[in-house]
């Protein structure tokens, strides 16, 4: 009896080491940041601008040699809440954070507040910018809040300067708003386009680039669903009503629009709609039809961040109760649970995978910070709580349901075998009968069988 269960216990350890196709890259037990002089450290520490445990990292993006660290500022004690670590230095895993671009745009200013105040994701578009969604609010979780408009800054990555800001216009910034996830359409680097999700009053607000204004797009799907809004992470339970979270950005289509898929964060639910839609205000309006439901990864299955990789065409999410990230190919029609592949699940190493990419060279990316335990209760600062995950994506996505390779491989072998097959018949039948076209025939009809039997 016990020997059975143990032999069960050990296939299924078995079969979970099988299934993590990510490598820790990085793993912190607490943030630290890359103080001027440790003097400077220590003052910062004494007068309470760093305290340790409230910080947390919650966006990651990859550019070139560097990856760059968001940490909101939930709570007081955030000495810098955009940041990076050199890709190079591999002397640490739990590398300093280091201030982007600067120490002096975390400081204060004259009109009381830093430069960026509170970012909570990022992407760096293949134009070179770094696109900052700059939340706005300070110590929110705490009794003192300061809310500032939320904005967005925008770096450019070759020189690290700033190359513009703007500040959301109020009518488009609501009481309950909360703005942490963007997608950048960079199809064009003039006519760029930037889509900023607000998960407190359904909306997202699309910025273009090219005319440097912004509009709010609104529909029922961006809305949180009242039976997905019960969480339970390593045990704790809790209710969140968060609205559209997950955006993910396909590459373009045909027509030059890109999809994008998203999900509210209290939702099973993934939607998707063409970008034609969300680039003018009326037009979305008069085409509430062209927001599509996809289909429900099933109960339990709520989803954080989303990622879009443009070159295979998968969408990465978090599952967020399942302690997992997963996957589904965009080509696949149906958005069935059958289709939906699991990439990394682990109830230690997991716990809240909180944002992901595919940086340019194919390389998918993870962080894990376990915030609705940093939220509700307190982080054990001896144990590693965040951590840095990677691997090329065709080895991440390799033998789950959303691997592009070997069925094409078997597809291939499976079309030459039968080109052989039809050779043979060919060569056999054509001597005696003298009629050339009948063997063409004949292996049209058996390839028509065949890639019928495939589908
Ligand atoms: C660190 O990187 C250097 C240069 O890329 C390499 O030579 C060295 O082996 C690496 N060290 C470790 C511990 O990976
Ligand atoms: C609240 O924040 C303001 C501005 O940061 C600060 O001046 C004030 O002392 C804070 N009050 C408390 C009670 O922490
Ligand atoms: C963009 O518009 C904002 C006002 O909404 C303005 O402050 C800013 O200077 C403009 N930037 C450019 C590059 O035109
Ligand atoms: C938390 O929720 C799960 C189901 O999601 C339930 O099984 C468990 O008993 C709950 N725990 C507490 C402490 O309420
Ligand atoms: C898409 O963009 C390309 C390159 O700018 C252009 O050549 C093509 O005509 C466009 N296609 C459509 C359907 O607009
Ligand atoms: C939005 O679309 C409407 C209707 O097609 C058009 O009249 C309007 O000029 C468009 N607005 C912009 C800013 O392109
Ligand atoms: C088909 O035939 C070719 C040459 O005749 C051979 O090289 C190849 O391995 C065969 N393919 C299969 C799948 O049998």
Not at 36 to 53: K, V
Not at 231 to 243: E, H, L, M, P
Not at 275 to 294: G, I, P
Request: with cysteine; net charge neutral.
């Amino acid at each position: 009896m016990g020997g059975t269960k143990t032999l069960i216990f050990l296939q299924l350890v078995y079969i979970t080491a099988c299934m993590e196709q990510l490598d820790i890259i990085y793993e912190w037990k607490q943030l630290d940041f890359q103080f001027l002089t440790p003097e400077a450290r220590q003052q910062a520490l004494d007068s309470g601008s760093f305290i340790p445990e409230n910080n947390i990292p919650m966006g990651l993006e990859i550019y070139g040699d560097r990856l760059f660290i968001t940490v909101p500022r939930w709570r007081s004690g955030v000495p810098a809440s955009l940041t990076y670590v050199n890709l190079k230095d591999n002397s640490t895993k739990s590398p300093k954070l280091i201030p982007y671009p600067s120490w002096a745009a975390h400081q204060i200013g004259s009109d009381g507040k830093p430069e960026i105040v509170s970012p909570f994701r990022i992407r760096a578009d293949r134009c070179d910018r770094l696109w900052v969604l700059d939340n706005g609010k300070i110590g929110n979780l705490e009794t003192n809040k300061t809310k500032f408009l939320p904005s967005l800054i925008i770096y450019d990555l070759k020189t690290d300067t700033l190359i513009r800001k703007y500040v959301f216009p109020e009518e488009q910034v609501k009481e309950e708003s909360g703005f942490a996830n963007i997608a950048v359409e960079d199809t064009d680097c003039d006519k760029t386009y930037a889509y900023a999700a607000d998960l407190g009053k359904p909306g997202i607000v699309v910025y273009s680039w090219e005319k440097n204004e912004s509009w709010r797009i609104t529909h029922h799907f961006f809305h949180p669903d009242p039976l997905a809004c019960d969480f339970s992470v390593k045990g704790r339970n809790f209710s969140w009503t968060d609205a559209i979270f997950g955006i993910g950005l396909s590459a373009p289509n045909a027509d030059n629009f890109s999809t994008l898929y998203f999900h509210p964060m209290a939702s099973y639910n993934e939607f998707a709609v063409s970008t034609e839609y969300l680039r003018n205000q009326s037009v979305a309006d008069a085409n509430f039809n062209a927001f599509k439901l996809l289909g429900s990864r099933g109960t339990n299955a709520q989803s954080s961040a989303s990622f879009v990789d443009p070159k295979t065409g998968v969408l990465f999410y978090s599952l967020v109760n399942l302690n997992a990230v997963a996957c589904w190919r965009t080509t696949n029609k149906e958005y069935l649970m059958k289709n939906q592949g699991r990439i990394y699940m682990d109830d230690v190493k997991m716990i809240y995978p909180t944002d992901i990419k595919v940086d340019y060279d194919e390389n998918l990316w993870v962080l894990s910070n376990r915030m609705p335990l940093w939220m509700y209760d307190k982080l054990d600062p001896n144990d590693f709580n965040f951590r840095v995950f990677s691997a090329p994506v065709l080895n991440a996505i390799s033998h789950t349901a959303c691997d592009v390779t070997p069925r094409s491989d078997i597809l291939d072998k499976f079309v030459n075998k039968l080109k052989n097959v039809t050779n043979k018949i060919a060569n056999k039948i054509k001597p005696n009968s003298g009629v050339s076209n009948n063997p063409l025939s004949l292996a049209v009809v058996l390839l028509i069988s065949a890639v019928s039997l495939l589908m």
